[in-house]
């Protein structure tokens, strides 16, 4: 499969660990790795201004948002990694989610126009020049960044039908999940005629352990998908009234005895590994995919080398490096 290569590091192990972890997925093969800014973890900056000194060619990104950062701020930062790098960065924006907002107590208010206006403000202090400017939620006051002028590209992790119509408008890419929603999600994004790449972000489930580990994940899907999502997922309103139902009485992990394997291999491939490449490929030419991203959610450098290796062969059909 010709496709570009990359992971996801929810960064919930040590800071060495997730440094060796993105030198290791770059010894491996893999085009790219981007952070998850989850806001009372590691610092997603910190991480990629170590990584930058130990790698030489994987791209490297944050997924993050305008709610716990301020668009300037990310805005500096992104840079800086991309000087450190030269040039190697990359910026995931996201609305908000319930893993990183609730323990901070903020509400997930005007999402559309805190993703709008962040794009515009990076847009705009990558010029490098004075930036006078006032949006929905933000305003700068003749900001400028020291960094110089910055080519850095913006993409968007999106589920709701207002947040894909802006990405396809004003995004340089596009983060997808939900399998079975991959294609009503590009249709959305791409009414506004443009080009923009695209990204699918899985875990894949190639061993009962993993399938079972996509039970317990299943919960933060339900939490934050919109409609549309939930329909093309093929869950009905009883069964999403009885899922909610148990995450506020025993938590996320309490949903888990209530997901089948069906609901699985909707929202992600799942199967032997041969029927995981089969099903990536069939996505691929299908969606015209760009890039495919694992998740890497828990530590445990040996089993996520094990992962990266597993995945790089599944996914390019031959053995990494």
Same mark, same amino acid.
């Given at each position: 499969?010709?496709?570009?290569?990359?992971?996801?590091?929810?960064?919930?192990?040590?800071? *060495?660990?997730?440094?060796?972890?993105?030198?290791?997925?770059?010894?491996?093969? $893999?085009?790219?790795?981007?952070?998850?800014?989850?806001?009372?973890?590691?610092?997603?900056?910190?991480?990629?201004?170590?990584?930058?000194? &130990?790698?030489?060619?994987?791209? @490297?990104? &944050?997924?993050?948002?305008? $709610?716990?950062?301020?668009?300037?701020? /990310? *805005?500096?930062?992104? *840079?800086?990694?991309?000087?450190?790098?030269?040039?190697?960065?990359?910026?995931?924006?996201?609305?908000?989610?319930?893993?990183?907002?609730?323990?901070?107590?903020?509400?997930?208010?005007?999402?559309?126009?805190?993703?709008?206006?962040?794009?515009?403000? @990076?847009?705009?202090?990558?010029?490098?020049?004075?930036?006078?400017?006032?949006?929905?939620?933000?305003?700068?006051?003749?900001?400028?960044?020291?960094?110089?002028?910055?080519?850095?590209?913006?993409?968007?992790?999106?589920?709701?039908?207002?947040?894909?119509?802006?990405?396809?408008?004003?995004?340089?890419?596009?983060?997808?999940?939900?399998?079975?929603?991959?294609?009503?999600?590009?249709?959305?994004?791409?009414?506004?005629?443009?080009?923009? /790449?695209?990204?699918?972000?899985?875990?894949?489930?190639? /061993?009962?352990?993993?399938?079972?580990?996509?039970?317990?994940? $299943?919960? $933060?899907?339900?939490?934050?998908?919109?409609?549309?999502?939930?329909?093309?997922?093929?869950?009905?309103?009883?069964?999403?009234?009885?899922?909610?139902?148990?995450?506020?009485?025993?938590?996320?992990?309490?949903?888990?005895?209530?997901?089948?394997?069906?609901?699985?291999?909707?929202?992600?491939?799942?199967?032997?590994?041969?029927?995981?490449?089969?099903?990536?490929?069939?996505?691929?030419?299908?969606?015209?995919?760009?890039?495919?991203?694992?998740?890497?959610?828990?530590?445990?450098?040996? *089993?996520?080398?094990?992962?990266?290796?597993?995945?790089?062969?599944?996914?390019?059909?031959?053995?990494?490096?």
């Amino acid at each position: 499969m010709s496709i570009g290569l990359g992971c996801q590091i929810v960064p919930t192990m040590p800071i *060495a660990e997730v440094v060796e972890t993105i030198r290791v997925a770059e010894e491996l093969g $893999y085009d790219y790795c981007m952070v998850a800014d989850e806001g009372l973890m590691q610092d997603i900056y910190v991480c990629l201004g170590a990584v930058a000194g &130990v790698t030489e060619s994987i791209r @490297l990104g &944050v997924v993050t948002n305008g $709610y716990t950062r301020h668009p300037a701020a /990310t *805005a500096a930062a992104v *840079a800086t990694v991309n000087e450190l790098s030269g040039g190697r960065a990359f910026v995931t924006l996201v609305a908000g989610g319930t893993m990183v907002l609730g323990p901070m107590g903020i509400d997930r208010v005007a999402p559309l126009a805190v993703v709008d206006d962040t794009i515009e403000i @990076l847009r705009s202090l990558w010029r490098g020049e004075p930036v006078a400017w006032e949006g929905r939620r933000f305003r700068l006051d003749g900001a400028q960044l020291s960094h110089g002028p910055q080519s850095i590209p913006i993409w968007v992790a999106a589920r709701g039908e207002r947040i894909l119509e802006l990405a396809g408008r004003t995004a340089d890419g596009l983060v997808l999940m939900a399998k079975a929603d991959l294609g009503d999600a590009i249709a959305v994004a791409g009414r506004a005629g443009r080009g923009f /790449t695209r990204i699918y972000l899985d875990r894949l489930a190639f /061993t009962p352990e993993m399938i079972e580990e996509a039970r317990g994940l $299943y919960g $933060y899907a339900l939490l934050d998908s919109p409609p549309r999502v939930l329909r093309n997922l093929g869950i009905d309103a009883a069964t999403i009234e009885r899922m909610r139902a148990a995450v506020e009485q025993g938590g996320v992990e309490a949903m888990a005895p209530l997901v089948t394997d069906e609901m699985v291999a909707a929202y992600q491939i799942a199967g032997s590994r041969e029927q995981c490449r089969s099903q990536l490929e069939e996505m691929i030419g299908r969606h015209a995919l760009d890039g495919f991203f694992i998740n890497i959610i828990a530590p445990g450098l040996e *089993a996520n080398r094990r992962l990266l290796s597993d995945v790089a062969k599944i996914v390019r059909g031959v053995d990494p490096p």
